[in-house]
């Protein structure tokens, strides 16, 4: 692990016992005891949003020629708990689950730059729904607080991320990034068999890259099943809050989700998110009338679901 990313493990967990200090630890332990064994839910409750999230690669990856065998629902759904698990639960930084991913899928004889192909675009476009669904749980943030100056800055701070993915966009569709090294190093480099050929899959990748971003139907279907997960995730929240009687309005718990989702994945140095999750649940919450312990205590419920739905996927990727 590096040290920055030690550094950040250390300081996100020490603000993470600070903020169930301060509220109070009998207090959040209070809320769980009372929702009891109800809480084990939020683990089945979880692969429906995961199932949306493969059914939106699975529409990539077949529409980048993978056979229909490849790429059975279940088999992607088994592939996407690794993946979460790996970026969830260990220090990758959020990439390691997509490498997992993609080997789990090719040792099933899937071809790997299409297979690699489809998980750029999907990670591309995850980012852009990830924006969308943040975009949307500020509007309801607005809708439901009034507090219109905080919502412009939110607002304002997602859209300074929106050239940076238009960038991101054109460097993959038109930018041929390893092309161009290839060309590069051959005309410097006498390069040995085996490294020219991991380049000139490298080119592969390019091309496969340019036919999966030149098909915007599948882009947009794969957007949809994003979303629909995301708002799937949102049904966790709810019914978490109402467990620990605290019970909100869907819509509450569709901004709070949203919000707190956007936090974590753009601060993503941090491992697990920790303190970044509580942090954020705390500040929304208290902003959607949540009490702080409440907040803190929903956090926990659902490291509980990750490590409960996370440590069988990790056991699983090693056996595998």
């Not at 692990?1 to 030690?6: E, L, N």
């Not at 005309?187 to 592969?204: I, M, N």
């Not at 989700?257 to 753009?266: D, K, M, V």
């Given at each position: 692990?590096?040290?920055?990313?030690?550094i950040?493990?250390?300081?996100?967990?020490?603000?993470?016992?600070?903020?169930?200090?301060?509220?109070?630890?009998?207090?959040?332990?209070?809320?769980?005891?009372?929702?009891?064994?109800?809480?084990?839910?939020?683990?089945?409750?979880?692969?429906?949003?995961?199932?949306?999230?493969?059914?939106?690669?699975?529409?990539?990856?077949?529409?980048?020629?993978?056979?229909?065998?490849?790429?059975?629902?279940?088999?992607?759904?088994?592939?996407?708990?690794?993946?979460?698990?790996?970026?969830?639960?260990?220090?990758?930084?959020?990439?390691g689950?997509?490498?997992?991913?993609?080997?789990?899928?090719?040792?099933?004889?899937?071809?790997v730059?299409?297979?690699?192909?489809?998980v750029?675009?999907?990670?591309?476009?995850?980012?852009?729904?990830?924006?969308?669904?943040?975009a949307?749980?500020?509007?309801?943030?607005?809708?439901?607080t009034?507090?219109?100056?905080?919502?412009?800055?939110?607002?304002?701070?997602?859209?300074?991320?929106?050239?940076?993915?238009?960038?991101?966009?054109?460097?993959?569709?038109?930018?041929?990034?390893?092309?161009r090294?290839?060309?590069?190093?051959e005309?410097?480099?006498?390069?040995?068999?085996?490294?020219?050929?991991?380049?000139?899959?490298?080119?592969?990748l390019?091309?496969?890259?340019?036919?999966?971003?030149?098909?915007?139907?599948?882009?947009?279907?794969?957007?949809?099943?994003?979303?629909?997960?995301?708002?799937?995730?949102?049904?966790?929240?709810?019914?978490?809050?109402?467990?620990?009687?605290?019970?909100?309005?869907?819509?509450?718990?569709?901004?709070l989700?949203?919000?707190?989702?956007?936090?974590?994945?753009?601060i993503?140095?941090?491992?697990?998110?920790?303190?970044?999750?509580?942090?954020?649940?705390?500040?929304?919450?208290?902003?959607?009338?949540?009490?702080?312990?409440?907040?803190?205590?929903?956090?926990?419920?659902?490291?509980?679901?990750?490590?409960?739905?996370?440590?069988?996927?990790?056991?699983?990727?090693?056996?595998?």
């Open positions: 692990m590096k040290w920055s990313m030690r950040a493990l250390l300081l996100g967990t020490t603000l993470a016992i600070v903020l169930v200090l301060r509220e109070g630890l009998g207090a959040i332990l209070a809320l769980l005891s009372a929702a009891g064994w109800t809480l084990l839910w939020l683990v089945p409750l979880h692969g429906l949003p995961l199932l949306l999230d493969a059914l939106g690669w699975r529409t990539l990856l077949r529409a980048g020629g993978i056979a229909a065998e490849l790429t059975a629902p279940g088999r992607l759904w088994v592939i996407a708990s690794v993946r979460e698990a790996v970026n969830r639960l260990l220090p990758v930084a959020n990439i689950g997509e490498i997992a991913g993609i080997r789990m899928l090719c040792r099933d004889g899937a071809e730059t299409r297979v690699a192909a489809s750029v675009v999907e990670v591309l476009l995850t980012i852009i729904s990830q924006l969308l669904f943040a949307a749980g500020v509007l309801l943030l607005l809708h439901l009034g507090k219109v100056a905080l919502a412009s800055q939110l607002l304002l701070g997602l859209a300074v991320a929106v050239p940076v993915v238009a960038g991101l966009y054109l460097l993959a569709r038109r930018g041929a990034i390893f092309e090294i290839l060309r590069g190093v005309s410097t480099l006498d390069l040995p068999a085996k490294l020219l050929g991991t380049l000139e899959q490298a080119v592969a390019d091309a496969r890259l340019r036919e999966l971003l030149g098909r915007p139907g599948t882009l947009l279907a794969t957007c949809a099943w994003q979303l629909a997960g995301f708002a799937a995730g949102a049904i966790e929240t709810w019914l978490a809050l109402r467990w620990l009687a605290h019970p909100v309005g869907f819509g509450t718990a569709l901004a989700e949203s919000l707190t989702q956007a936090i974590r994945h753009f993503f140095v941090v491992p697990a998110g920790l303190g970044v999750q509580e942090a954020g649940l705390v500040g929304f919450g208290y902003l959607l009338g949540l009490p702080n312990e409440a907040s803190i205590a929903l956090s926990l419920a659902k490291r509980m679901r990750e490590i409960l739905f996370g440590v069988p996927a990790l056991a699983y990727w090693q056996l595998a």
